[in-house]
């Protein structure tokens, strides 16, 4: 069982930017898949970033698409979420997640985000508030 932990939450102004990361407690192969996910009151929870080790692939959100970058150190079981240029609607709770699978979904790779269904671990979440 793969327990995660993020940090790196808080409340910035529209135009900052945060890194938040998040630790593994256990080591994590590079192929399998990591993500970041958001969810505001009142909606569902949302692909935001992931990176799927067995082909390389990332996939982004067309919403943070040039302003947020998701990486990982393996040495460190670390993944990150690179968020710059934030925005209002940026405000959520963001969540990391980890999962067995090293390739993307057929879903995931037809609506060219992240689907919840590819991920079997997930953090408690950090909150982000930007304010305009």
């Known amino acids: 069982q793969v327990q995660l932990v993020e940090s790196g939450g808080g409340s910035v102004q529209a135009g900052g930017t945060l890194l938040l990361s998040c630790a593994a407690s256990?080591?994590?192969?590079?192929?399998?898949?990591k993500g970041w996910f958001r969810q505001s009151p009142g909606k569902e929870r949302e692909g935001v970033a992931a990176?799927?080790?067995?082909?390389?692939?990332?996939y982004y959100a067309d919403s943070v698409k040039g302003r947020f970058t998701i990486s990982q150190d393996n040495a460190k079981s670390t993944i990150y979420l690179q968020m710059n240029s934030l925005k209002p609607e940026d405000t959520a709770m963001y969540y990391c997640?980890?999962?067995?699978?090293?390739?993307?979904?057929?879903?995931?790779?037809?609506?060219?985000?992240?689907?919840?269904?590819?991920?079997?671990?997930w953090g408690q979440g950090t909150q982000v508030t930007v304010s305009s």
């Open positions: 997640a980890a999962g067995n699978r090293e390739y993307p979904s057929y879903f995931t790779q037809l609506a060219g985000t992240p689907a919840v269904a590819d991920f079997d671990y």
């Open positions: 990176i799927y080790g067995g082909d390389g692939t990332t």
């Open positions: 256990t080591y994590t192969s590079t192929s399998n898949c």
